[in-house]
């Protein structure tokens, strides 16, 4: 069984359970101001394997199906035996990462939680679009997509605008942090732990990019 398949096993019946009871979403939920009064540090972790309702974590899970596994695959085929082991170390600092801005930002506020996978599927999804920079992306439900590393773009500039903009429960700054920090991990870590090529086959693919061409329909 893949790691990526035994993530969403986990997070889907510990998600459930916290649906089901507000004690375990009290304890799981990132709460900086416990973290600070109370050197709850677990929370870093254990938000991402909670969500808020039913859609919430479908459209996180769903994300994280369609690009996890052939994400996962890359990372094997790059690092060998250590494979495996850097993804889920990846999935896992991502969700430490990608909250740090809004713990420095709300750790005296009693009243600021945050919960979801998103951040950690960010940096999946990122990493699969540095793997496969051409590959067409779209929405959900929408059949036109546009190559990945393009998407890729819209996507932190429209995440940019919204966080400024406020007014919605998502936490667009989780998002983005956590995008980028799958960029940066997967490219230290193939330039420490593998000869792959990883940049040169981004810039040599985004290169032979044509314009007339962006959008593809299925």
């Not at 792959?196 to 985004?206: A, K, T």
């Amino acid at each position: 069984m893949s790691i990526t398949l035994i993530i969403i096993i986990i997070t889907v019946i510990i998600s459930i359970f916290a649906f089901r009871s507000h004690k375990v979403m009290d304890d799981l939920i990132f709460y900086p101001s416990a973290i600070t009064q109370k050197n709850q540090y677990y929370r870093f972790i254990t938000y991402g394997f909670i969500h808020a309702d039913i859609s919430h974590l479908f459209f996180n899970m769903y994300a994280f199906y369609l690009f996890g596994g052939v994400c996962e695959s890359s990372f094997i085929n790059i690092f060998g035996n250590y494979g495996k082991t850097f993804y889920v170390l990846m999935y896992f600092l991502s969700l430490i990462v990608c909250v740090i801005p809004d713990f420095l930002k709300y750790n005296r506020n009693p009243d600021y939680r945050s919960l979801g996978a998103s951040g950690a599927v960010s940096a999946v999804v990122f990493a699969y679009i540095l793997f496969n920079p051409m590959q067409g992306i779209g929405l959900l439900f929408i059949p036109i997509f546009i190559p990945g590393f393009l998407f890729g773009i819209l996507f932190l500039i429209v995440s940019y605008f919204l966080g400024k903009k406020g007014g919605s429960r998502v936490n667009h700054s989780a998002h983005i942090w956590g995008a980028i920090f799958g960029v940066v991990f997967l490219i230290i870590f193939s330039q420490l732990f593998s000869t792959y090529p990883l940049l040169d086959n981004f810039i040599n693919s985004v290169k032979g990019l044509d314009l007339r061409h962006i959008f593809t329909t299925y």
